[in-house]
């Protein structure tokens, strides 16, 4: 029995053994399927973040070039733009120091004029009695000869002599073609009746328009094109004599016999000699002796390279010429005009509130070149005719948000037709005289506005000198010369 059971024990474990054989084998194979599947499933899943990260990091990579190509683009774009706003800041910052200044108004001169307006600023300033002007034409030509003659040489009769001297001439249009170079010899053919027989000059530029302001640009212009040329004369003119010459044959005369009437007042001369200081320091090393004509023997090291002449400058100044330019003090600076356009792209006229805006910007775009926290202390403009009143409005408008000024208030803003009657052509040049005197008296800034043209307007800063010197003809703004 025992045997037996051994026997069925053994078949029977033998079967179970069979069994679970049978039974293990498939969980074998497919716990073997499932390795193999986890293992081919993990492959796919590494292989497939592989291409992610590759994916990932290349375009990350690609947004990394190309925000490095945004940036460099960007920087190279504010650096353009930084070295251009530095070239325009530092072009705008040029300035001219002014040595001499003349001025002439109907039985008025230099710096009387300024007197007579700051008393009395809302008012004409001149004599309207007929006893103060001649009765005869050839009287009163010989009037507006004298008118230039005499702004030439309150302005440029102590400067040096001997050299040609640049002129930069203004003057109103012409109308008859015969007239068209009068402006060459405006201010040579002064010089004799201004006792000034040992100066010279030569003409470099004219401007024959009755608007004629943009003149004031170009003579900034000329220097920057010319490093060498030390100073220049700027000058202004116009009177009923000249108007009579160039409105050509057929027209009636403008000067005639008779006594005078308020219509007469008409014109102005404005004349200033414009230096660059650096430039007669740069002409030092090559000094000729006055008295032997021979080169000075320099105590420092000689020049790197020799003098190179030019058509304004063809040889270095003598000794005497640096010393009548050293005697001379500095009245005040002009700054580089800034020109606001009343124009839009197609060349038509602006709106009026675009219009403000762009005058706006203009004045600070002026007072960018000055030292901060500058402050204009009065303006000088010309509305002209008194139906063209609506002129003033952009420069109001500024003055009112920008400054402390009302340019209608007396002591703050001048109108140079109420001042002056019309000064024609004159106008632009005659305002910057004006506000040379009044800085120069009250050490402070001015401003002058030409808003006569109907498609741009002008604004020119006008600073006192730093340090006031001596002149050697007495008082540096007028030198009592006959009326």
Known sequence: ????????????????????????????????????????????????????CFQTAHAAGLRQEAGGKQ??????????????????????????????????????????????????????????????????????????????????????????????????????????????????????????????HWHQVQAAANLADDYPEALLTRVFDFFEQNPQVPAVILFGSDTLATRGYLQGPGKPALVTNGEFKKSDLFGAVSALVLVRRDRVDALRPYAIDATTGRPVKQAGPAPAHPFQPSPWLPKPWTTLQLEQFDALPTL???????????????????????????????????????????????????????????????????????TDLDAMQAGQGFNLTTNLADTGAASPFVQIALGLYASYRHNDVSASVNIKRNDSASIILISPPLVKKAHPGGDPLGFGLAQ
């Open 332 to 402: 005040g600076y002009l700054h580089r005009p800034q020109t606001v356009s009343m124009l839009d792209a197609d060349k038509h006229p602006l709106p009026p509130k675009a219009k403000n805006e762009a005058f706006r910007q203009g004045w600070l775009d002026a007072l960018r070149a000055m030292p901060p926290a500058t402050k204009v202390k009065r303006v000088f403009y010309d509305v002209g005719a008194p139906d063209q009143g609506g002129r003033i409005v952009p420069l109001a408008q500024t003055l009112a948000t920008e």
């Open 71 to 196: 940036q460099a683009l960007a920087q190279t774009e504010r650096s353009t733009t930084t070295q251009a706003r530095t070239e325009d800041d530092s072009k705008q910052a040029f300035t001219l120091e002014v040595l001499g200044i003349g001025l002439s108004v109907p039985g008025m001169r230099d710096v009387t004029v300024w007197d007579a307006i700051e008393k009395t600023p809302r008012a004409l300033v001149l004599s309207t009695d007929p006893k103060d002007y001649p009765w005869g034409s050839s009287e009163k030509l010989d009037v507006y000869m004298k008118w230039d003659a005499d702004a030439v040489e309150h302005a440029a009769s102590w400067f040096v002599e001997k050299w040609s001297i640049p002129v930069l001439a203004a003057g109103p249009a012409y109308h008859d073609p015969r007239r068209k170079d009068y402006l060459d010899d405006a201010v040579s053919g002064s010089l004799s009746t201004a006792g000034m």
């Open 1 to 52: 029995m025992a045997a037996n059971r051994k026997i069925w024990t053994a078949s029977v474990r033998g079967v179970d053994d069979r069994r679970c054989s049978a039974i293990r084998q498939p969980f074998l194979e497919n716990a073997s399927m499932s390795k193999k599947l986890v293992h081919i499933l993990s492959m796919l899943l590494l292989a497939l973040l592989g291409v992610f």
